[in-house]
Nanobody, 121 residues
């Protein structure tokens, strides 16, 4: 089992910044990708950004140039630096990873509990 614990959410004014962190713990042999998704009230969960174990990144068009995803493989931790926040970025942000519990085991998908980000205008 893998547990993901997010931190860093909160309330910020438009134009401000926040940094989210997500640490994976438990029985982990390998994590190939980690990422962030978000879900606003009344909307479907959507991808924000992902990063592979080699450092390749992918961003939603709506956050390109404002958000930066990074990763510390030694700590099994992923970060999301959010700058230039807009009210439309308000959502619950969820950490996600695809992890292998032991050599040869299948990769499984895991989710964190979510952290609220609220951007006031």
């Amino acid at each position: 089992q893998v547990q993901l614990v997010e931190s860093g959410g909160g309330l910020v004014q438009a134009g401000g910044s926040l940094r989210l962190s997500c640490a994976a713990s438990g029985t982990i042999f390998s994590i190939n990708y980690m990422g962030w998704y978000r879900q606003a009230p009344g909307k479907q969960r959507e991808l924000v950004a992902t990063i592979t174990d080699q450092g390749s990144t992918n961003y939603a068009d709506s956050v390109k140039g404002r958000f930066t995803i990074s990763r510390d493989n030694a700590k099994n931790t992923v970060y999301l630096q959010m700058n230039g926040l807009k009210p439309e970025d308000t959502a619950v942000y969820y950490c996600n990873c695809n992890a292998q519990s032991k050599y040869g085991a299948a990769y499984r998908n895991y989710w964190g509990q979510g952290t609220q980000v609220t951007v006031s205008s």
